[in-house]
């Protein structure tokens, strides 16, 4: 089992950044793929942002060039750099982690979730 907890979140003027971290812990070396998510009021959840293990990246087309992702690698643990933000990345951000094996993308399912972390642009 794994336990993701996000940190980071808060509100901010448009043009602002925040950077977005997730603790993972528990049965780490069990994780491969991790991804943030965000989630708006009245609309489903979006992936923004993936890494691999191999620390390749994919982004959404709303985010790129404005937000990056990294990882701890030795805790396979995720951050989300946010700069440029506009009120439409207001949203709550989710951290997520797929189980480690061949065969898996970025749009594969995940398998763990945080609690999410507020992030309002003003």
């Known amino acids: 089992h794994v336990q993701l907890v996000e940190s980071g979140g808060g509100s901010v003027q448009a043009g602002g950044s925040l950077r977005l971290s997730c603790a993972a812990s528990?049965?780490?070396?069990?994780?491969?793929?991790m991804a943030w998510f965000r989630q708006a009021p009245g609309s489903g959840r979006v992936r923004v942002a993936c890494?691999?293990?191999?620390?390749?990246?994919d982004y959404a087309a709303s985010v790129y060039g404005r937000f990056t992702i990294s990882k701890d690698t030795a805790k396979n643990a995720p951050y989300l750099q946010m700069n440029s933000l506009k009120p439409a990345d207001t949203a709550m951000y989710y951290c997520?982690?797929?189980?480690?094996?061949?065969?898996?993308?970025?749009?594969?399912?995940?398998?763990?979730w945080g609690q999410g972390t507020q992030v309002t642009v003003s």
């Open positions: 528990g049965d780490i070396d069990s994780t491969g793929i």
């Open positions: 890494i691999r293990r191999d620390g390749s990246t």
């Open positions: 997520a982690a797929q189980t480690r094996g061949p065969g898996f993308a970025c749009y594969s399912p995940y398998e763990w």
